[in-house]
């Protein structure tokens, strides 16, 4: 059996910035992540800010030039939904490969173990067949994406971001989006500018809840103006 000054349990950000740390302090470390839930870097990298943001940028290069505000400036342009999301799932494979699969794989302390980790005891962790024992064990598994308990919504094929950037193989005609924060707005923007009719549902008085009240009317309005529909104070 392998020892370790610490077993860390998961790949996303805080697991990432512990095992650099340990690295640092030349303490001897195994990182455990599960492929198969999400792959090393976690959310931001894979299903989050990196690919959200090229979607975005792919989607505005065409969006903005087609609507100039001047009369002599006309251009028209086709996008392609499905292939933007292909090109933008292979360009976060890229990243997560660049800054994080090869940054883990040069630590001179660092072990990474591909699985499930599980608890045999309060020092040993079990992945597969093999068991490895820990001075210390962090549980750096992140969170999972709540899902709001809507009457009836377990029977439908609903997406959150995950299932967009992981399973999304067609472009929808319409969407719903519920809730109004600044994932929201983005993935609204995203669709919209793909051709997708989005209407977005707020159950507060307002979006962005948690940022400053003129700037959320002011997004509110521009966003309704390039005619993404935006419904507050509305419950379903």
Request: charged content about 25%; proline content about 3%.
């Amino acid at each position: 059996m392998k020892e370790y000054d610490l077993i860390i349990i998961g790949g996303g950000a805080a697991a990432f910035a512990a095992a650099n740390t340990a690295n640092r302090l030349k303490k001897k470390t195994l990182m455990i992540n599960d492929q198969k839930i999400l792959p090393l870097g976690g959310t931001c990298v894979n299903v989050g800010c990196v690919p959200s943001k090229i979607m975005l940028h792919q989607g505005a290069t065409s969006y903005y030039p087609q609507r100039s505000v001047f009369r002599g400036i006309k251009m028209k342009g086709e996008t392609d939904f499905v292939e933007a999301l292909k090109e933008t799932r292979e360009m976060a494979s890229g990243f997560q490969e660049s800054n994080y699969g090869k940054v883990i794989a040069k630590q001179e302390f660092i072990d990474f173990k591909e699985g499930h980790g599980k608890f045999k005891d309060s020092h040993t962790i079990i992945v597969g067949e093999e068991e490895f024992k820990g001075d210390k064990i962090l549980i750096a598994t992140g969170a999972s994406t709540f899902i709001p308990p809507i009457k009836g919504i377990q029977n439908i094929d609903y997406l959150t971001n995950d299932k967009i950037f992981f399973e999304l193989n067609e472009k929808p005609e319409s969407i719903i989006i519920l809730g109004g924060g600044a994932e929201a707005m983005e993935f609204s923007q995203i669709f919209h500018h793909f051709g997708i009719k989005v209407t977005v549902i707020q159950r507060s008085d307002r979006v962005l809840t948690k940022l400053d009240a003129d700037i959320a009317k002011e997004l509110q309005k521009h966003l309704e103006k390039e005619g993404i529909t935006i419904h507050t104070g509305t419950s379903i």
